[in-house]
């Protein structure tokens, strides 16, 4: 127990408010660039998920819904300027392909003919959703005061943490949360993990079930 006590003994009050805000400006600096960095690729994500639901708007309307079911599927809405996206589609699918797939699917359930699992109604409501979660666990978790548990719960392996020891305990009472170099690499690993990548509305090209051979 008298161990952690020394910064006492030697300094006091001033040595043990030296430690605190070590930590404490560690940890912001931890919070800040976490909060930078995801905070610029959350940005990101919803312009290219408000991008791609431009760009199928702009599709059906001109071709219909189920042309531009199979352009989302090819992956022809990413990526792509709103006033470029006809000609995109033109020129991939092919004016052939296009009223072949009019045709095969004139007064027909879309979803049924063309054999995908989701519509892209479902993929942008599912991506937008997603999107939100990330924003809310970000807004949750990425201040000062949930550095070291989240840090502590990922090397942990998600299991529940034990109770702090009575040592533990005084020494979080005296010096704030612990938040050192080794902390803050687990902190980032921890909220990469949970966050993960950019939220794409069509995860991979999808290829119909149903035979749309041009």
Avoid: C
């Avoid at 006033?83 to 979803?111: A, F, P, S, W």
């Avoid at 020891?165 to 020494?171: F, H, W």
């Avoid at 950019?198 to 149903?210: A, F, G, Y």
């Amino acid at each position: 127990m008298a161990g952690f006590l020394v910064p006492f003994a030697a300094g006091g009050i001033a040595k043990a408010l030296e430690i605190r805000n070590e930590y404490d400006e560690n940890a912001g600096n931890l919070v800040d660039a976490a909060s930078e960095k995801y905070n610029a690729q959350f940005d990101k994500n919803q312009k290219a998920i408000e991008l791609q639901n431009a760009n199928f708007a702009a599709v059906e309307k001109t071709f219909g819904t189920a042309v531009a079911e199979v352009a989302a599927k090819q992956g022809l809405l990413t990526d792509v300027d709103t006033g470029l996206v006809i000609d995109n589609v033109k020129k991939v699918l092919g004016d052939k392909y296009i009223k072949h797939i009019e045709r095969v699917t004139k007064g027909k359930d879309i979803k049924t003919e063309l054999g995908y699992q989701s519509l892209f109604t479902d993929d942008y409501k599912a991506a937008t959703a997603s999107l939100e979660e990330n924003r809310k666990w970000a807004a949750n978790h990425l201040n000062k005061g949930a550095v070291k548990n989240i840090s502590d719960l990922y090397l942990a392996g998600g299991k529940e943490l034990p109770e702090p020891t009575g040592i533990e305990k005084a020494q979080s009472f005296l010096f704030g949360d612990r938040v050192t170099e080794g902390t803050g690499v687990a902190y980032e690993q921890a909220v990469a993990k949970e966050i993960g990548k950019e939220i794409p509305v069509q995860p991979t090209k999808v290829s119909s079930s149903m035979s749309l051979d041009k």
